[in-house]
């Protein structure tokens, strides 16, 4: 591996490294530094390291429990420099809101995944809404309609319908979008048939619209929903990513034991068949790097992340 000086030794004072990254991250072989923003922690820190280091990726966010914080700093420690944490809890009870704000006052920084039943432009989310605002801090939240499972239950329901308003009511609050309901509305065609549609993308639907409309709204590529997007029109797919270069995320929301598809990737989950046998976080890499220029890789994979959430060096 390159350090930065043999870096621009190779490809010359010419080379674009922006000013606002970390010039001492590692290159990695995705040929820039790679943040997952939607990493859910494991219980040995051996585990989470061989996911990144599979993948090759330079490093994570861990999404946990409130109560969580113990572990997140054993592992940072273990660790060092390569993991975030946002932190999720019920804002419907006391204790949840409670258990946030102590949460982000102990180093996490964002609220997640919020994946609750529970309304999308409910009291107890318009609670978290606030708070995230209050406390300077992104709030990612797990869109569905659709069950996985029998008797699932929808998670946040009423994006379609009810959450621009959301976005209007708390203008200070940073929302990052997620899951199949966030993903299968950038098809305007779409009416919560499926989890995951297929075919090609009509233009203009709701998410690909809120996207380019509210500066508060950025979305996280992660899991089967994101790497379905991405993958169902390859025209659109380019000129998605460049009209929102500053508003996706790269993450993985993969389960895979070792950044390569062993274990189990997507829970099981049948309608994510799809991605089954494979790591989520290099599938969606490696669809990212075809579709955008290696400016705009970098971006969605680290840049983005970094400018809100100061990616530790
Ligand atoms: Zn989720
Ligand atoms: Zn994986």
Known sequence: MLNRRQFLGVVGAAASWPAVGRAQAPISEWGSPVFDLHFHMRGQTAANVAHLDGAGITSANLLTRAAAGDQVRALQTAAPGRFTWFCSADPSTREGVEALTAGVKSGARGFGEMKFHLATDGPEFERAYALAAELRVPILIHFQEVDHFENEGRWSPGFASSFERMLKTYPRTTFIGHADAFWA??????????????????????????????????????????????????????????????????????????????????????????????????????????????????????????TMLKIPA
């Open 185 to 306: 509305n950038v098809s305007a065609d779409y009416h919560n048939e499926a989890a995951y549609p297929s075919g090609p993308i009509v233009r203009g639907g709701i998410t690909d619209k809120l996207l380019g409309d509210y500066p508060n709204l950025y979305g996280d590529l992660s899991a089967n929903s994101g790497n379905n997007m991405l993958s169902r029109d390859p025209a659109f797919t380019a000129d998605f990513l460049r009209r929102h270069q500053h508003k996706l995320l790269f993450g993985s929301d993969c389960a895979c034991t070792d950044g390569h598809g062993g274990g189990v990737s997507q829970g099981n989950n049948p309608g994510a068949a799809r991605l089954a046998g494979k790591c989520v976080a290099r599938e969606t890499l490696t669809v990212l790097k075809r579709a955008a220029s290696p400016e705009l890789f970098r971006k969605i994979t680290w840049g983005n992340a970094d």
